[in-house]
């Protein structure tokens, strides 16, 4: 408090406040003390929450409840990590919120000996080819036609694991049927196609609001 006092005091008024720590309850308690009394923009972070696994739970942890609260402005995750993978944290908590929506947000299930495909092999390969993809979607993977078409319903794309083909769901509707060992070219075609649809939407919108392509 007394150094906001001191910058008050300079008349500087575009700051934050930040009192990051690496210890999850004294950041909870921390943030959670002085939103209580004062105003002004919080920047949240754990401080040197350590390596990629560990510091990512303490950071979801911390950050997520502090969030919930309504507390925070900005934030920073700060990993032992490549920083890249510090920004993918971070949308990830803010995504898990649904305070921002940016990218896919897979539903996949832990896999067990009902599985009808690998779905931790075919899960990490499309992380990795779809980690550009902006537009937000809900994509389900499931492997199993017992818990898939629960979720499938509720997806923007969903896919029930049988063999040997799988059942596709768009918009909560059945659609059709994919080759189980081709998935995840087949879902990536999909989730492509979908981004391509949405861009279109959004380039129609941006000429309605120019209201030169109204014809
Ligand atoms: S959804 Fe099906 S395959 Fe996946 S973990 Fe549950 S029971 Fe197993």
Same mark, same amino acid.
């Given at each position: 408090?007394?150094?906001?006092?001191?910058?008050?005091?300079?008349?500087?008024?575009?700051?934050?406040?930040?009192? @990051?720590?690496?210890?999850? %309850?004294?950041?909870?308690?921390?943030?959670?003390?002085?939103?209580?009394?004062?105003?002004?923009?919080?920047h949240?972070?754990?401080? &040197?929450?350590?390596?990629?696994?560990?510091?990512?739970?303490?950071?979801a942890?911390?950050?997520?409840?502090?969030?919930?609260?309504?507390?925070?402005?900005?934030?920073?995750?700060?990993?032992?990590?490549?920083?890249?993978?510090?920004?993918?944290?971070?949308?990830? $908590?803010?995504?898990?919120?649904? $305070?921002?929506?940016?990218?896919?947000?897979?539903?996949?299930?832990?896999?067990?000996?009902?599985?009808? %495909?690998d779905?931790?092999?075919?899960?990490?390969?499309?992380?990795?080819?779809?980690?550009?993809?902006?537009?937000?979607?809900?994509?389900?993977? $499931?492997?199993?036609?017992?818990?898939g078409?629960?979720?499938?319903?509720?997806?923007?794309?969903?896919v029930?694991?049988?063999?040997?083909?799988?059942?596709?769901? @768009?918009?909560?509707?059945?659609?059709?049927?994919?080759?189980?060992?081709?998935?995840?070219?087949?879902? &990536?075609?999909?989730?492509? &196609?979908?981004?391509?649809?949405?861009?279109?939407?959004?380039?129609?919108? $941006?000429?309605?609001?120019?209201?030169?392509?109204?014809?």
């Amino acid at each position: 408090m007394r150094d906001i006092d001191v910058v008050e005091r300079l008349t500087l008024d575009q700051y934050k406040v930040s009192v @990051k720590a690496s210890n999850v %309850f004294l950041t909870l308690d921390a943030y959670r003390l002085l939103s209580q009394q004062i105003d002004n923009p919080l920047h949240l972070g754990v401080t &040197e929450a350590g390596v990629y696994r560990t510091g990512t739970v303490k950071s979801a942890i911390a950050l997520g409840g502090l969030l919930l609260d309504g507390i925070g402005d900005t934030m920073r995750i700060s990993l032992a990590s490549p920083p890249e993978e510090e920004i993918k944290i971070g949308f990830d $908590i803010l995504k898990s919120l649904n $305070i921002r929506a940016n990218g896919i947000n897979f539903i996949a299930c832990p896999s067990c000996s009902r599985q009808e %495909f690998d779905v931790i092999k075919v899960m990490n390969e499309l992380e990795v080819r779809l980690e550009d993809v902006r537009v937000p979607m809900d994509v389900s993977v $499931i492997g199993c036609k017992v818990n898939g078409p629960g979720e499938a319903k509720e997806a923007d794309i969903g896919v029930v694991g049988a063999s040997p083909n799988s059942l596709v769901y @768009k918009n909560g509707d059945k659609s059709h049927l994919i080759d189980t060992t081709t998935l995840v070219d087949s879902i &990536e075609t999909m989730v492509r &196609e979908r981004v391509a649809n949405e861009q279109a939407r959004r380039d129609k919108e $941006i000429v309605r609001v120019d209201g030169t392509a109204l014809v």
